[in-house]
């Protein structure tokens, strides 16, 4: 059965502090791997796309990389503005999307 | 450029009674999909219009459950009649037919059913 499963569910991290995040995926027919962020009361926001193991993107402090079993988030000497739930979901043959439950960052002063 | 905006962005109805959920892709995508989270869990695949056409509604819980896309522009999500455990955010997004994988979202809708 496809799962994603992302942990930990809530990060509380100190100004400066860096973390990584994780998803970890089951999925037959993977196309592509995405994190969103979303802000409360927001839809998720596009973070990222990785296709392949091995591949890497990075977006001012926050960068992502994927293996054949997971992606993980990692978030350098992160601001109190990065606070939000950072969302993966998976792309899969036949076009459909799957997302993890999420992890809930806050980061304080 | 306008996001995808949805709408109302809140609805609180008692069982029983029919509630319809509006969005509005972004001008020019030709993708729409429904999607929606229950509170505590993922959010779920509901539904995928390619213009006017369904393409997969395999997310579909069930049959109170109706979609609707006039003219390949908006769309409407139908509940009738509402129950219980229809209750959560109902996200749209939409997206481009080449790079169809880059979804924009709205903001959603918060319906609670009691």
């Known amino acids: 059965e496809d799962q994603v499963t992302q942990s930990p569910e809530a990060l509380r991290l100190q100004e400066g502090e860096s973390s990584s995040l994780n998803c970890s995926y089951t999925?037959?027919?993977?196309?592509?791997l995405f994190w969103y962020r979303q802000d409360p009361g927001k839809g998720p926001e596009f973070l990222f796309t990785?296709?392949?193991a091995g591949e890497e993107k990075e977006k001012e402090r926050l960068k992502a990389t994927l293996t054949k079993k997971e992606s993980f988030l990692h978030i350098t000497a992160p601001k109190p503005e990065d606070s939000a739930t950072y969302l993966c979901?998976?792309?899969?043959?036949?076009?459909?999307?799957?997302f993890g439950t999420g992890t809930s960052l806050t980061v304080i002063p | 450029e306008a996001g995808v905006t949805q709408f109302p962005s809140h609805s609180v109805i008692e069982k029983g009674q029919t509630v319809t959920l509006r969005c509005d892709p972004i001008?020019?995508?030709?993708?729409l999909y429904w999607y929606r989270r229950v509170m505590g869990k993922e959010i779920k695949f509901l539904l995928h219009?390619?213009?006017?056409?369904?393409?997969?509604e395999s997310g579909m819980p069930n049959n109170r459950f109706l979609a609707e896309r006039t003219g390949g522009t908006y769309s409407t999500l139908k509940v009738q009649p509402a129950e219980l455990e229809d209750s959560g955010v109902y996200f749209c997004?939409?997206?481009?037919?080449?790079?169809?994988?880059?979804?924009?979202f709205g903001s959603g809708t918060q319906l609670s059913v009691l």
């Open positions: 001008s020019g995508h030709d993708n």
């Open positions: 997004a939409s997206s481009h037919l080449s790079g169809r994988e880059k979804l924009f």
């Open positions: 999925v037959s027919g993977l196309r592509g």
């Open positions: 219009f390619v213009k006017e056409s369904k393409q997969d």
């Open positions: 979901a998976v792309w899969r043959t036949g076009n459909q999307f799957y």
């Open positions: 990785l296709y392949s």
